[in-house]
């Protein structure tokens, strides 16, 4: 099945420190990537879709210069969160879809769990 | 506008004994598909199933199954003979030509020995 890694799983850091997060898929070349945010008990919070080659769209009230989206390749999506503070400290998870649109199912990374001191 | 409304928040049974996870969806297109996602205590989210509108088959797949209904807008989840490894929170999600993932409030589902 389509495999999707996310790297660091877990991130402790000081507060004003920028943060990068990868995400691979590594056995299927997906032109489109999501980032989402979770909060405790909550469900998943789509903070933007990005495709390989262009701009991240980004979902109302999510800061575009706060979190950076790069994706530069078909296998590879990096989301930085600039200047971090305790605020967001979260759990960032990652989804990849292969080729075609709507139908096809998004794979999940296993999530990076970031915590801002 | 769309929606998914997983209307229970949290679900306690003891092992093997069936149990059923509700969904309902909101769209006013007529090409959508549905999904299911398996979030255990680790993160992940795992693929389980999808379907489109258009198919309304039923569908089993070991002790899962999923029935899926256009005139109530329901895509329910079945687990049967429920085992501590089923204990996970459940997301129904809703996928329209936006592209995007609509995903339910989610169901947690608590197996107990």
């Known amino acids: 099945g389509a495999v999707v890694s996310q790297h660091p799983s877990r991130v402790i850091c000081k507060s004003g420190t920028s943060v990068k997060i990868e995400c691979r898929s590594l056995d299927f070349q997906a032109t489109t990537m999501f980032w989402y945010r979770q909060f405790p008990k909550q469900s998943l919070m789509l903070m933007a879709t990005?495709?390989?080659?262009?701009?991240?769209?980004?979902e109302q009230g999510v800061e575009k210069d706060k979190f950076l989206i790069n994706h530069a390749s078909l296998t590879l999506s990096t989301l930085t969160v600039t200047s971090a503070h305790p605020e967001d400290s979260s759990f960032y998870i990652c989804?990849?879809?292969?080729?075609?649109?709507?139908?096809?199912?998004?794979?999940f990374g296993d999530g990076t769990r970031l915590s801002i001191l | 506008a769309q929606k998914v409304t997983q209307a229970q928040t949290e679900i306690s049974v003891v092992e093997k004994e069936d149990v059923t996870l509700d969904c309902v969806y909101e769209?006013?297109?007529?090409?959508?598909?549905l999904f299911w996602y398996k979030q255990p205590p680790s993160g992940e989210l795992v693929f389980l199933i999808r379907r489109n509108s258009f198919d309304e088959q039923n569908e089993i797949s070991g002790r899962y199954s999923w029935n899926f209904q256009k005139s109530t807008s329901s895509f329910n989840f079945t687990i049967t003979a429920s085992q501590v490894v089923d204990s996970a929170v459940y997301f129904c999600a809703l996928s329209v030509n936006t592209g995007k993932l609509i995903f339910g409030q989610g169901t947690t589902l608590q197996v107990k020995p």
């Open positions: 989804s990849a879809r292969e080729w075609g649109s709507f139908n096809q199912p998004q794979h």
């Open positions: 769209t006013r297109d007529t090409t959508y598909y």
């Open positions: 990005s495709n390989e080659g262009s701009k991240a769209t980004y």
